[in-house]
């Protein structure tokens, strides 16, 4: 137990960090990604038009993005579409009424550069373009250990500055884990 608890730590001493990439919006612009992440904790998804599983993620990434942005949190959504059917993607993007902006990977290059094989796939960034987790697939519940993370990272950004403290934050931390009252 003490080794793998060794392990997780040396591994959060040396995190890897977001390569840097450029992408194209849905409106055709360059877009930078490590600049898209401003100094914001952040989700990153990555997910095409034929998978359920990324949909149903998707829902719940909305909803967190909207919940939580104010707090300087945000998510960056990156479809992996290829040429065939990359001109759905904006309809249906559209159609969805997501709060976050997706941008387009049709060749998958950033997709691989960050080692992910599987859609959905899910990094969770903090400021500093650090990624603390990684996560392949969907299943139900994910969502709840999810929005944890993000409360967690928020938690501890804004205990670190009083001018993010609000009631607001303190309530959602309570209600997403009880065990902080």
Known sequence: MFKFLVIILAFNLYADTLPNGFLKSMDKKKVDLLQAINGDFSVINFWFLACEPCKKEMIYLSDYNTKYSKYGFKVLSINTDNARTLNKVKPFVNSQNYSFPVLLDPKSLYFRKIGAKVCPYLLVVNDK?????????????????????????????????????????????????????
Not at 132 to 157: A, F, T, W
């Open 129 to 181: 373009g650090e990624i603390l987790s990684r996560r392949s697939g969907y299943n139900p519940g994910d969502e709840i250990k999810l929005e944890q993370e993000i409360v967690s990272m928020l938690y501890s950004r804004i205990s670190s500055d009083t001018t993010l403290v609000d009631s607001s934050i303190i309530n959602i931390l309570n209600t997403v884990n009880p065990q902080n009252k």
